[in-house]
């Protein structure tokens, strides 16, 4: 068990890692019915809508200029802020220009967020402990959600409100909780002092390229796994709800121990076993025809989430010290560069099979499959792929 001091980094990494979800869960769990119910969105809209959220994500590479002139924590700080802000008052805008218009405004703030908290990561966790404690990070994310779900599926199942008095709620006590951490916490100094323009190595082109797939891939699951349930099978908000509660449950109890395996059997194992489960995923998808199916494979899917871990703490064993914000940065860029436009462009293939979008879904998560076997039994710098590593064996 993980012990830290009151006020450690640790400890703040943990705080944050339990605000963001406050805001942003409930922007997700609510987005699908509240477009498509004040909206009237078709696949079209939600597919636009998406890849304007991923706008900011692809331009999170300014993160590391902004860093010339501002602490990383106090960034942190700022992007929790616009995230509770936006999601606040995403509900008095039920138009298509306002949900685009807020959702920007929310993506700016988790985006750059969720860049920054990267790098603070693997800077203040050293690389032994690094996969147990993003498990753990994952399941103080996932007592948050949890309570934003069951009280969604509550307030919409019992007590008959409405979506601006939910996003008001959550986002209001998100942005006291981010002026509280502000207030309580001091600025900890960085371990390395961190370059300040984006750096990229061609020692860490496998990284890259598993991040890029990520990102097409995590987007088809995002975007059209649950408007699929919505549309295709008619799930409920507290139905959603329901679904969103039970993944974030198995995140409460299993992501620490799946944090902790992915330390002893190693990246590449982790990624492959994640990859196999998401080929499979992705191609039930295309053919399901069960509600009850349907929402299994949700949750399914988002139990290889946890395995994600395995990426961070590679690129944290082969990067330099001083590369981490500049490669965290650059790897939300990269991620989202297929996020940015996949989303539009597969919700026209949409309106014509969806099948088609999760057979594509599971060809990205063959090649990242096949990636990933050229991770190295014991990943470092200078050997970073098993190329290097055989090239040094014969040197």
Avoid at 135 to 159: N, P, R
Avoid at 325 to 334: E, G, K, L, N, R
Avoid at 370 to 393: D, F, H, M, Y
Wanted: some cysteine.
């Amino acid at each position: 068990m993980l012990k830290f001091k009151t006020k450690s980094p640790a400890t703040l990494l943990l705080l944050m890692a339990f605000v963001m979800p406050l805001a942003f869960s409930t922007w997700a769990a609510l987005i699908n019915n509240f477009s498509k119910e004040a909206a009237e969105f078709t696949g079209k809209e939600i597919g636009i809508l998406q890849s304007l959220r991923e706008v900011p994500g692809f331009l999170a590479f300014t993160a590391v200029f902004l860093l010339a002139f501002i602490k990383e924590q106090r960034l942190a700080m700022l992007s929790l802020f616009l995230l509770a802000a936006g999601v606040l008052v995403t509900g008095f805008f039920p138009s298509v220009t306002g949900l685009y218009l807020t959702t920007v405004v929310m993506s700016i703030g988790f985006h750059y967020f969720e860049t920054v908290n990267q790098s603070l990561t693997l800077q203040w966790i050293e690389k032994d402990r690094a996969a147990h404690f993003m498990g753990k990070v994952l399941s103080v994310k996932a007592c948050a959600s949890i309570l934003v779900f069951l009280c969604t599926w509550f307030m919409f199942e019992f007590a008959n409100v409405d979506y601006k008095t939910v996003y008001l709620t959550f986002g209001g006590i998100s942005l006291l909780l981010v002026l509280y951490v502000w207030w309580v916490f001091p600025i900890f100094d960085a371990k390395v002092e961190q370059t300040t323009s984006l750096v990229f190595r061609k020692s860490y082109w496998l990284y890259y390229a598993l991040v890029f797939l990520s990102g097409a891939r995590r987007q088809i699951f995002m975007v059209f796994a649950g408007f699929l349930l919505v549309e295709k099978f008619d799930y409920s908000v507290a139905s959603i709800s329901l679904l969103f509660l039970a993944n974030y449950v198995f995140n409460l109890l299993f992501a620490a121990k799946i944090g902790q395996v992915i330390g002893k059997v190693g990246e590449r194992w982790a990624l492959s076993f994640e990859y196999v489960g998401l080929i499979i995923v992705f191609l039930t998808y295309a053919v399901v025809e069960n509600a009850q199916l349907a929402g299994a494979l949700y949750i399914i899917d988002h139990f290889f989430f946890a395995f994600a871990i395995a990426m961070k703490t590679y690129i944290q064993k082969i990067a330099r010290p001083q590369d981490m914000a500049s490669t965290a940065a650059v790897s939300f860029t990269i991620n989202h560069i297929a996020a940015v436009v996949l989303p539009a462009v597969l919700g026209l293939v949409w309106l014509y099979s969806n099948a088609l979008v999760f057979v594509f879904g599971a060809f990205l998560a063959l090649c990242s499959l096949c990636l990933s076997q050229l991770i190295p039994r014991i990943p470092a710098e200078g050997a970073e792929t098993v190329w290097v590593v055989k090239r040094l064996a014969r040197a």
